[in-house]
């Protein structure tokens, strides 16, 4: 569940409890997204891949739970609960997500 403040400056979410694996592929629920920020929470379900790509803007994933590999300038990456990973403007990833995987990508 998330609670957005009143006035729209704060919010709390357990993004466990958003996780959402009931359609196949990936799920992106937005948090907060404004002219400087935006944070969403990915859900991919076990067996997804994304190929690789890159994004024009720095981005990071927190991981909140499963496990996934991140391939990022060729170096594969394990991705499990707690693992950070920053990513600058433009780098080249690909993402395979071996079990139920749901991430805070900012």
């Known amino acids: 569940m998330v609670y957005p403040s009143k006035n729209n400056t704060e919010m709390t979410a357990n993004l466990r409890e958003l996780a959402d694996y009931t359609k196949p592929g990936v799920t992106r629920k937005a948090l907060v997204q404004d002219e400087q920020n935006n944070f969403s929470l990915l859900c991919l379900t076990a067996g997804t891949k994304l190929p690789e790509h890159t ?20 170096r594969e990456i394990t991705l499990q609960p707690g693992v950070f990973v920053y ?6 990833h690909a993402l395979n997500a071996l079990e139920n995987l749901a991430f805070l990508h900012t």
Do not use: F, K
């Open 87 to 92: 990513l600058p403007a433009n780098t080249p």
């Open 55 to 74: 994004a024009s803007r720095h981005i990071s994933v927190t991981v909140i739970e499963g496990r996934g590999l991140l391939t990022l300038q060729g």
